[in-house]
């Protein structure tokens, strides 16, 4: 198993930026965030895979990046421009499996086990 602790939530006006950050206990394959706002479904947002690649929603295209450092399993989500629509928990997750990153941000926001406790992100307008 992998555990995974996510921290930098925080609020913000519309137009700025926040950095998450999600530790994980160890390697997987593949890693990735997704939302949840209160009464809406889960949204994947961003997925890196172990080769590199990438794969993100279009409702953040051009806004976030996702970023890894594999070297101590850290797993980074740089949100700039943020817009009242990106208000919710984010939650990091974790797949042990070979996959491609766009099939990584299905997986990652609907069938893993792994994922952790959530940070909560509020943009204000």
């Known amino acids: 198993q992998v555990q995974l602790v996510e921290s930098g939530g925080g609020s913000v006006q519309a137009g700025g930026s926040l950095r998450l950050s999600c530790a994980a206990s160890?390697?997987?394959?593949?890693m990735g965030w997704f939302r949840q706002a209160p009464g809406k479904e889960r949204e994947g947002v961003a997925a890196i895979t172990s080769d590199g690649s990438i794969s993100y929603a279009d409702s953040v295209k051009g806004r976030f990046t996702i970023s890894k450092d594999n070297a101590e399993n850290i797993l980074y989500l740089q949100m700039n421009s943020l817009k009242p629509e990106d208000t919710a928990m984010y939650y990091c997750?974790?797949?042990?499996?070979?996959?491609?990153?766009?099939?990584?941000?299905?997986?990652?926001?609907?069938?893993?086990?792994?994922w952790g406790q959530g940070t909560q992100v509020t943009v204000s307008s």
């Open positions: 997750a974790a797949d042990p499996y070979s996959m491609n990153a766009h099939q990584a941000l299905g997986v990652l926001t609907h069938e893993t086990n792994y």
């Open positions: 160890r390697y997987s394959y593949c």
